[in-house]
């Protein structure tokens, strides 16, 4: 067995969804190569090398891959997974978008957003919104996967000394182009993988009252999130979104706020270690979920709050 | 142009599903059902396509038992103009709906074809882009946007980071992100008038396609199920629960 996980990265760092990625391979078995597709990314694979159970760093420098275009990412992929019995990548928006175009190229099943690995080809996965987990078994000679973030620790960034190789790039399929970016700049840590989370819901009443929520999670050190009706509303960008259909969490700590506790909601976040909820209705479903309640005015609670975690304890 | 919308029939997203006492799946008796609804914001992506004039004409198409007639009804009274129903009872995974969508897309010749970006019964998100790594064509997968300009589109993408725009080929394939549209209800009108639109009955067998699963469920389970905890009265109560009791801050 030899499995390739397709790495995610911004230049300078592989993205954390790539780390739980090679943990999941480790337990998948066999060697472990990561490939990385970028323009210009030489330091991006001296660190990828140095990821601990990660055997080999395969390159494809090229101006073609400055921005991950799925057909030419795919095309990529293929070129390379002759040698390879398992391909795996993260499952966010670039894994998503990338490896259902390489399954079908190869004329196999791929197993999505995999939250334990049973045997080489047995794996476990939340369906309907994480209200069932399916266990199932890839029967294709290959087998493309992608990895739940949150169910697998990231391989530590130190450690490994793997050997990187040079791989050519596999040429434009000539089908799309970038045309630019609006991305949300944020100091604070990123969502999915943040130790605290603080979101918001349709109680927040404005884009505005947000600040509040940023407040609470400067003071934790965390980053904010947001359900569906929050993003809906235009109260914040897409990339807040928590749930079944926007991001994955699990932090130590999840703090909601103004959330009713929808099941595309919880879906998204009932993994995380202790969740706290402050919302003024007593019968919000967000309550059978949470480790602590606080029914009342958020306006009021979350600056309260906000402060008393100023005094030390 | 014609814009082909693939429309799956899944349980209604409000309904909480239960898992089956012998482990085998999900309970679907006397559930209610519904039309996926990243598959409505596609089917209204279409029509509105063709009321702005850039499409002549949209066509659903369903793949599964007989009840997913009912689902490609559902296209028609929105405002899809005809619907193509391949029937068949094998449990279809993404990679044979993706082959059975490519026979019809053969056939039918459409300059756009718009999917859900996934289905909120088993949560792949991989057909889209297996259509279009089938047929060649471009993906844009996760759209907030799309605008078609002469042989191309722009299109808006949801991403992890944010928002990404990128520019594609005609044909091609766009799956759905939930802020592109809001979906319509259809008019009591409209949904008489969809009894008498046609839907073309097609087998996998008439296509050619061989739709056997790859994938085998050894089981299907509860999850853990995560105990309600307290309600605190206090603020500095729930600071000293986080601190002292959970650790976590």
């Not at chain 1, 819901?201 to 609470?216: A, D, P, V, Y």
Request: charged fraction near 25%; hydrophobic fraction near 45%.
């Amino acid at each position: 067995m030899a499995v390739l996980v397709v790495g995610e990265h911004d230049g300078g760092a592989l993205k954390a969804a790539t780390l739980s990625a090679v943990t999941a391979a480790q337990k998948i078995g066999g060697g472990v190569s990561v490939l990385l597709a970028g323009s210009g990314c030489a330091p991006v694979a001296e660190a990828a090398a140095k990821v601990a159970g990660v055997d080999r760093v395969l390159v494809a420098d090229d101006p073609l891959y400055a921005n991950p275009l799925a057909e030419n990412v795919a095309k990529l992929v293929v070129s390379l997974a002759g040698g390879f019995s398992h391909l795996l990548a993260g499952a966010d928006s670039f894994g998503k978008n990338v490896m259902p175009r390489v399954a079908a190229l190869l004329d196999v099943a791929q197993v999505s957003d995999i939250m334990a690995v049973e045997g080489p080809k047995v794996f476990v996965r939340p369906i309907y919104a994480g209200n069932a987990m399916q266990t199932v078994e890839a029967t294709d000679e290959k087998v493309v996967v992608t990895v739940r973030g949150t169910a697998f620790e990231p391989a530590a960034v130190e450690g490994g000394a793997a050997k990187i190789e040079t791989v050519p790039a596999a040429g434009d399929a000539g089908l799309s182009s970038y045309v630019g970016a609006a991305l949300s700049r944020s100091e604070r840590p990123e969502l999915t993988s943040a130790r605290v989370v603080v979101s918001g819901g349709r109680g927040m009443q404005s884009g505005e009252n947000f600040h509040l929520l940023e407040k609470l999670a400067d003071k934790l050190g965390g980053a904010v999130g947001a359900s569906r009706a929050a993003v809906d509303a235009g109260y914040v960008p897409n990339d807040y979104q928590v749930g079944q259909t926007g991001k994955i969490v699990a932090p130590e700590l999840y703090v909601a706020v103004g959330i009713s506790g929808a099941i595309q909601h919880l879906a998204g976040m009932k993994d995380s270690k202790v969740i706290v909820a402050i919302n003024k209705d007593e019968e919000a479903p967000i309550f059978q979920v949470a480790d602590y309640g606080i029914v009342g005015d958020l306006f009021q609670l979350v600056p309260e709050l906000t402060q008393a975690l100023e005094k030390p304890s | 142009m014609k814009v082909l919308v693939a429309v799956k029939r899944v349980i209604d997203a409000n309904v909480k599903v239960r898992v089956k006492a012998d482990n085998t799946g999900v309970e679907l008796t006397n559930v209610k059902m519904a039309m996926n609804p990243f598959d409505e914001i596609g089917v209204e992506e279409a029509i509105r396509l063709k009321e702005a004039g850039k499409a002549t004409e949209v066509v659903a198409v369903s793949l599964g038992g007989a009840p997913s007639q009912e689902t490609i009804r559902t296209a028609l009274a929105m405002g899809a103009d005809r619907g193509i129903h391949v029937q068949t009872d094998v449990e279809l995974q993404p990679l044979a709906v993706a082959k059975l969508l490519k026979a019809v897309i053969e056939k039918e010749q459409p300059g756009i074809v718009i999917v859900g970006k996934q289905a909120i019964d088993d949560d792949s998100n991989q057909t889209g882009q297996m259509l279009a790594g089938l047929l060649g064509w471009p993906q844009a997968t996760f759209a907030s946007k799309l605008n078609i300009e002469g042989e191309g589109a722009e299109v808006t993408r949801e991403v992890d980071g944010g928002l990404e725009t990128i520019r594609i080929k005609l044909p091609a394939i766009i799956t759905t992100d939930l802020r592109l549209n809001e979906p319509r209800y259809a008019s009591l009108p409209n949904i008489m008038k969809a009894k008498k639109k046609p839907i073309e009955a097609l087998t996998p067998e008439a296509l050619g396609v061989d739709p056997k699963p790859r994938l085998k469920t050894l089981k299907v389970v509860e999850p853990p199920k995560r105990q309600a905890g307290i309600k605190v009265k206090t603020v500095q109560e729930l600071v000293d629960k986080l601190r002292n009791d959970a650790k976590v801050i």
